[in-house]
């Protein structure tokens, strides 16, 4: 009888235990690797622009960059409940609250030092800085790519020892910035359309009763347009 009931703990302990990892595949089944190399977080394609800084304020730049990253995960991409982005932001929060604190401390030092003597004048570049980060994770177009990305990089933050927070976000960051970029289902091939808005032309004289672009009264069909690619497999 102990045995059964130790069993059934197991089993219990094992369900609740997966419960509260994500699916590692919501959206596609193959999700396209966007890995990349470690930032140093002065590269004007991964943070906002400090210039001047010094080492520690740019540390502090690309630590508060990633907090921004997984707030906006939080609010953006919890219509998904599996990805666990609003539990993960909020429990990082608890356990590097020292290290984002003091992140923060070093960038309001920052711009008080090169905006000079007033103390307004720091507190609104500062204002600004936070209003340009956040807004340079526009997911409209990779949503889905984004929020499952940014939802592993949360999980494993929960995992990264306090005071090294830093150090997964050099390591990450390339990762998030390489989710704004609209990737779909890596196994079945199919059109990847990175402008959404160009349609073919449907001018009657294009076409031809049977539906067959007329290449002589309008000229080489513009469609698929310019930029589309297939999906790699």
């Given at each position: 009888m102990?045995?059964?009931?130790?069993?059934?703990?197991?089993a219990?302990?094992?369900?609740?235990?997966?419960?509260a990892?994500?699916a590692?595949?919501q959206?596609?089944?193959?999700?396209?690797?966007?890995?990349g190399?470690?930032?140093?977080?002065d590269?004007?394609?991964?943070?906002?622009?400090?210039p001047?800084?010094t080492?520690?304020?740019?540390?502090?730049?690309?630590?508060?960059?990633m907090?921004?990253?997984?707030?906006?995960a939080?609010l953006?991409?919890?219509?998904?409940?599996t990805?666990t982005t609003?539990?993960?932001?909020?429990?990082?929060?608890?356990?590097?609250?020292a290290e984002?604190?003091?992140?923060w401390d070093?960038?309001a030092?920052y711009?008080?030092?090169?905006n000079?003597?007033s103390?307004l004048a720091?507190q609104n570049?500062?204002?600004?800085y936070?209003t340009?980060?956040y807004?340079s994770f526009?997911?409209?177009?990779?949503?889905l790519t984004?929020c499952?990305?940014?939802?592993?990089i949360?999980?494993?933050?929960?995992?990264?020892?306090?005071?090294?927070?830093s150090?997964?976000?050099?390591a990450?960051?390339?990762e998030?910035?390489?989710?704004?970029?609209?990737?779909g289902e890596?196994i079945f091939?199919r059109?990847?359309f990175?402008d959404?808005t160009?349609?073919p032309?449907?001018d009657p004289a294009?076409?031809?009763k049977?539906?067959?672009w007329v290449?002589?009264?309008?000229?080489?069909e513009?469609?698929?347009?310019?930029?589309?690619?297939?999906?790699?497999q």
């Amino acid at each position: 009888m102990r045995l059964v009931r130790g069993a059934i703990g197991l089993a219990v302990a094992g369900m609740l235990a997966g419960a509260a990892v994500p699916a590692s595949a919501q959206f596609y089944m193959k999700s396209r690797d966007l890995s990349g190399a470690p930032v140093q977080g002065d590269e004007a394609d991964i943070v906002q622009p400090l210039p001047g800084a010094t080492r520690a304020e740019t540390r502090a730049g690309l630590v508060w960059t990633m907090r921004a990253a997984l707030n906006v995960a939080a609010l953006q991409c919890d219509f998904q409940p599996t990805l666990t982005t609003v539990f993960n932001y909020n429990a990082l929060l608890r356990d590097h609250k020292a290290e984002l604190g003091a992140s923060w401390d070093t960038l309001a030092k920052y711009f008080a030092r090169v905006n000079g003597k007033s103390k307004l004048a720091g507190q609104n570049a500062l204002d600004h800085y936070q209003t340009q980060t956040y807004s340079s994770f526009s997911t409209i177009a990779a949503q889905l790519t984004f929020c499952q990305t940014v939802s592993a990089i949360g999980r494993d933050a929960l995992f990264t020892p306090r005071g090294q927070f830093s150090g997964m976000a050099e390591a990450r960051m390339r990762e998030v910035r390489n989710s704004l970029t609209p990737w779909g289902e890596q196994i079945f091939v199919r059109y990847m359309f990175n402008d959404r808005t160009a349609l073919p032309r449907f001018d009657p004289a294009c076409w031809t009763k049977k539906g067959q672009w007329v290449a002589k009264k309008c000229g080489s069909e513009n469609w698929p347009p310019a930029g589309t690619g297939m999906a790699s497999q």
